[in-house]
């Protein structure tokens, strides 16, 4: 794989994640791809966070915590460990989602394959004591703009994306879906998203997270919407393609 050597930069922003953390970044450890750096961004926890990632860090140097002054979101705590990446790549890991062991090394070798900018996989998903649904989130093997737009499948945790194309449309705002506004400001250059259709990301559910409420996530989306440039016809289009494909989506996760 030429693609050997790159370095893969992993961002995990952390608040309170106790619960949940240690698992996140053992399946970073796993990993059969092994050039990469965990870059932990502490948003100020109260709980054990900060300890139990320091743990980790003392044993293996390619795991690195960053602690914020104060707690400033995950739009801006993301950012934080972006500036601080070395790698070529960018990879997103959400502090209670995990990833399978060939994570990485498969979307790298498709990114060689098709020269690719931006990959993505499919989703399994385990509620939050960490028991397996029996469903899995299908993702397409390409995604153009206007695809995406109708409804997002580029899960936050599953990307690997180049770092520049990140910082270059990196947005912040926790009153929007910024990873989805990241993905749409790459794919409208004409840039395609190439899809691993397979359950690479384990996605937990009942996470209280900005986007659990779903009326607060649709207020989330529409924002997205008007942030790249969508006139309100056109973002209320999007916004019924949305909410119908979100209906289906989510009826098999109750």
Known sequence: MSNSGETVSIIMAAYNAEKTIESAIESV?????????LIVVNDCSKDKTKEIVSAVAEKDSRVRLISNETNSGVSVTRKKGAEAARGAWIAVLDSDDMWKPDKLEKQLRLANDKNAEL??????FIDNEGNPIDWQLHVPQIL??????KQNLV???SVLVKKELYEQFYAVGDYMHEDFAIWLGITKTGRTAFGIDEPLLIYRLAKSSKSSNKLKAARMNWNTYRYVGLNPLAASYYMC?????GLLKYRHLK
């Open 29 to 37: 450890l796993a990993q059969t791809y092994k050039d990469w750096e």
């Open 119 to 124: 990959v993505f996989t499919g989703s399994g």
């Open 144 to 149: 153009s703009y206007r695809e995406l737009l």
């Open 155 to 157: 899960s936050n945790s």
């Open 241 to 245: 393609c949305y909410t119908v494909r």
